[in-house]
């Protein structure tokens, strides 16, 4: 593992697992600092919202399907990454939806701007290769609100295959 990649996950664990901490500042990442699960300000909550992208949204069979071919078919196969932007307590606290379904807090999509990183930074930074504009990228949180601003925020980027689980972890765990 690179140095620069191993800051990056520093970075990442950083921010979500230790809210305490006001920022983490390492070398070549952008500085970021922690703001709890939904706490969403104003500004950022308009130019979500002023997103004009087509957003398909799904149930809890309907993302078992898409689970399935994924994990069944791997990324490349189904044309789908599947993130989960919870944070990493909130994954530990019930486990992730399939195991091949990354975690990338909505905090960090917002605050880092990482779907307009380059590829290789977007690695590095976090931890999975960058979704292509062909690819569809499926967003899941615990309830369908963050995962809808994560699409905003792809969207913005120039992505336009973009799926939101609105049932979220609460309704595939059963919470």
Not at 32 to 42: D, E, M, V
Not at 56 to 63: A, C, L, P, R, S
């Amino acid at each position: 593992m690179s140095v620069k990649r191993l800051f990056a996950r520093i970075a990442l664990v950083s921010l979500v697992s230790r809210p305490s901490v006001g920022a983490f500042v390492a070398p070549g990442i952008p500085r970021f600092t922690y703001r709890a699960p939904l706490q969403i300000n104003h500004q950022v909550r308009r130019m979500a919202a002023s997103s004009t992208a087509d957003i398909k949204h799904v149930g809890k069979e309907e993302m078992r399907k898409i689970l399935d071919e994924y994990e069944e078919n791997g990324r490349e196969a189904s044309g789908c990454v599947v993130i989960d932007v919870r944070t990493e307590d909130e994954v530990y606290s019930t486990g992730k939806l399939s195991p091949s379904v990354h975690t990338l807090p909505v905090q960090v999509i917002m605050q880092a701007n990482v779907f307009q990183m380059d590829p290789d930074d977007f690695e590095d930074y976090c931890g999975f290769a960058k979704p292509t504009v062909d690819e569809t990228i499926v967003f899941s949180c615990a309830a369908g609100v963050r995962s809808v601003y994560a699409c905003q925020f792809a969207a913005k980027a120039g992505y336009s295959n973009l799926v939101n689980y609105a049932g979220g972890s609460h309704e595939w765990f059963g919470n």
